[in-house]
C-alpha cells in the first residue's frame, strides 16, 4: 500500500487505500495538493480538520508570541491563554541559554563494577578525544561536545552529546553513538551493549 503513490497520483493512491482497507467517510480530496504531503506522511488514506484557536500573547524576552494550538480538549486553549496572561503581569518570561545540544542516553555493562568504574574514568578523561574520533567520522555536521557517564553497579548510563547543525539530529545522535560504542568494544571486549538509547537521553 504504501508504493501505491510512486505508481499513481497521490489522490488515486488515497482513494486506493480507503477502498483496501474498507474505510469510509474520510475526504478523498484533499482541499489542497495532495503531493504537499510527499516527505511528511506515509500510505495516506484521508485526513482531518482540527480546530485550531490562538492563546496569547505570550511575553519572552521583551517580545510578545501568539500561540496557535491545534485541539479538541475543551477548554484547553482558555487555560493557556489565563496562563499567558498571568505570565504578562508578573513581568513576561525571561530565557538564558545554558547549553545547545542533542544527547543519545545508551547503557552497557560490564562484568564487575571495577571494570565498569575504570571505563567511566577513562570516557570522561583521557577517552574523550579517541571517542569524538569515532563519532564525528558518521557525520559532517554532528559534532561531540561531552560524554558523561553514571554507574548503577554494574550498568554504566552514558550521556553523549553533540552539536547538530541546524538538524534536530536525533539520528545523527543514533548513528555516531552506535559507532562510539562500537568502536569502543575493541577497547572494552567484556562491555556489553544492553540498548542504544536507556532513557538517559535529554534536548
Known sequence: ????????GPEEAIKCRQARLGVRNLPAV???DARSLHGCCESVIGYVPIPIGVAGPLSV?????????GTTEGALVASINRGCKLLGEAGGVR???TSDCMTR????SFPDIQLAHEFCSWIEGDGFEHCAQLFNATSSHARLQSVRCKQAGHHVYIRVAATTGEAM???????G????LSGLEGLYPDMRKISLS???CID
Not at 524576552?61 to 494550538?69: A, K, N, T, V
Not at 539530529?169 to 548513528?175: E, F, Q, S, T, V
Not at 553513538?177 to 562510539?180: C, G, H, I, R
Open 169 to 175: 539530529g536525533m539520528n545523527m545522535l543514533g548513528k
Open 198 to 200: 536507556g532513557n538517559y
Open 177 to 180: 553513538t552506535d559507532a562510539l
Open 30 to 32: 484533499f482541499p489542497y
Open 95 to 97: 530565557t538564558v541559554l
Open 1 to 8: 500500500l504504501y508504493r501505491l503513490d510512486q505508481v499513481m
Open 105 to 108: 542516553g545508551p547503557v552497557v
Open 61 to 69: 524576552d521583551g517580545r510578545d508570541h501568539w500561540i496557535p494550538l
